[in-house]
Each structure stands twice: as C-alpha cells, then as structure tokens.
C-alpha cells in the first residue's frame, strides 16, 4: 500500500522556523516526484515546492521563495520542506502528495499528484 505521512507541524512564532517531514513507503523516491502544498480555512489547496528523482530540480511558489527550501534523503524515503522566516499567513494545514514519475510539474498543480497524506498544521502566530 503506497503511504505519505506528513510530521513535524505546530506553533511558531512570527520569523520562527520549522521542518516538516514526510515519510514515503509503497514505493521508492528514486521514481517518483514530492509536492508539498498548503491549504488555509476557507481557501483552496495552494501548491507550494516540488522535488524531482529525475535530476534533482525543485520548484517553488512565488509566496515562499527564498525562505523555503525542499530536500529529499532516498535511502530514508523522507521528504523534507525546511521553513524560515515564517509568516501569519504562512499558516494553513500542510500536505506532501507524490507523483510515480520522476518530474515535478511546473506549476505545482493539484491533478497532477496520485498519492497524498494526512496533512499537519502549521501555525504561525505571536
């Protein structure tokens, strides 16, 4: 059974930092492609980075560039998305999802991931 569980949400601070994980198993990172995308009470699901097993090429959102940064450990099968200087409106539930190709598109899009997990929250508040 293919799974993607996502870890590492909670409260922070205005300017603070977090690192969210999310844990692969059913298939291996060598093949497939890894989204995070954000979701806040009252909008729609928001695409926010994407890293490839083609080539290791990664997109972003406009809203996080340069604070966020996506990374991947294959032999762990785990995703992460490192978040700084975090803001109020960086809050939202966070969701990894995964395509089994080896591309992220490159606009983030919703259809285009299969498999997703549970999501966790991130909130940003002082």
């Known amino acids: 059974q293919l799974q993607l569980v996502e870890s590492g949400g909670g409260l922070v601070q205005p300017g603070g930092s977090l690192r969210l994980s999310c844990a692969v198993s059913?298939?291996?990172?060598?093949?497939?492609?890894v989204a995070w995308f954000r979701q806040a009470p009252g909008k729609g699901r928001e695409g926010v980075s994407c890293?490839?097993?083609?080539?290791?090429?990664?997109n972003y959102a406009d809203s996080v560039k340069g604070r966020f940064t996506v990374s991947s450990d294959n032999a762990k099968n785990t995703v992460y998305l490192q978040m700084n200087s975090l803001k109020p409106e960086d809050t939202a539930v966070y969701y990894c999802?995964?395509?089994?190709?080896?591309?992220?598109?490159?606009?983030?899009?919703?259809?285009?991931?299969?498999?997703w997990g549970q999501g966790t929250q991130v909130t940003v508040s002082s």
């Open positions: 999802a995964a395509d089994l190709g080896s591309y992220c598109d490159s606009r983030i899009s919703l259809s285009y991931y299969d498999y």
């Open positions: 059913g298939f291996t990172l060598n093949y497939a492609a």
């Open positions: 890293i490839a097993s083609d080539d290791d090429t990664t």
